[in-house]
């Protein structure tokens, strides 16, 4: 029976125990929250070509900073919108066919004048505020004197399988738990407890009153990082065994989407594609 218990959640983090699931399984989840799940990105920026004249002051500026429109575009596009995908879909999936509406992309526009930096904020969406960037103290680009940068973005729908700024999770790993088992064998000294103590990382393991102790049990998952202390006793005093049926799964997102949604999403899209691909084997029987 596969259980699943949260030990964090956060707007932007989740941590879980997983239990019941193969390796395999478990893996899938995870390649599924880094390629799948979809958000919001800047795809395509149009830039002013040609003078830019301030209007307040009568200055004429050049159109152009310190970078290439390509890089400046990059960076414009891997900023992190907030996303509700009760409300967007993907342009193939919309009743537009395509052609863009409210539905399937977002409009953003830049207009800053140097000497300044051009940051996160700076790039205002139109129309509806709560697009807003999510982090507004990213900087694009500087500014010299005389120098304008004057564009307008189009944001659709992609997932981090098509290009990495589509990516909603970030840092997802899995690690089986871990039991610890310590007893001192026959023929290991001192010497060699202590030697594994001092090897464990983040200060797991003890050295103490000629004793070897586990500090970890209020983070079971940094248990699995003993399997290499083990190795140091050739006499087997330190045993780490691990489940095959019991994992830690944790990730963090951009902020486009919490958590708990980018978590949920995964697990709905990676069953929908076990029931294609079942009833596809089904009919091949």
């Not at 089986?176 to 088992?181: D, G, N, W």
Request: with cysteine; hydrophobic share 40%; net charge neutral.
């Amino acid at each position: 029976m596969v259980e699943i218990k949260l030990t964090e959640l956060k707007p932007r983090r989740l941590r879980a125990e997983l239990t019941g699931l193969l390796p395999s399984e478990v893996n899938a989840i995870r390649r599924t929250l880094l390629s799948d799940v979809p958000k919001l990105a800047i795809e395509d920026v149009e830039f002013h070509l040609g003078p830019i004249r301030d209007e307040a002051t009568g200055k004429d500026y050049d159109s152009s900073t310190s970078m290439f429109d390509e890089a400046v575009a990059m960076r414009m596009g891997l900023l992190p919108i907030p996303t509700d995908l009760g409300q967007f879909r993907r342009k193939s999936e919309c009743t537009c066919k395509g052609e863009g509406c409210p539905h399937c992309q977002v409009m953003f526009s830049v207009d800053k004048k140097g000497p300044c930096t051009v940051y996160a904020r700076d790039v205002i969406p139109l129309g509806d505020a709560t697009l807003a960037i999510l982090e507004p103290d990213v900087p694009i680009v500087r500014l010299g004197a005389r120098q304008a940068l004057l564009a307008y973005a189009t944001a659709i729908v992609g997932s981090g399988r098509e290009h990495a700024k589509w990516q909603v999770a970030h840092a997802a790993g899995m690690s089986p738990r871990a039991e610890i088992k310590i007893q001192k064998k026959a023929g290991c000294s001192d010497t060699c407890l202590k030697r594994m103590a001092d090897a464990s990382p983040s200060g797991l393991l003890t050295f103490k009153g000629g004793k070897l102790e586990y500090t970890g049990e209020s983070d079971p998952e940094n248990a699995v990082r003993l399997i290499a202390s083990q190795k140091l006793c050739e006499h087997g005093s330190l045993q780490v065994k691990l489940a095959d049926d019991d994992f830690f799964l944790r990730f963090d997102t951009d902020g486009s989407l919490t958590a708990r949604e980018t978590f949920r999403y995964a697990v709905k899209d990676l069953k929908r594609r076990y029931e294609e691909l079942r009833e596809q084997v089904q009919a091949i029987a």
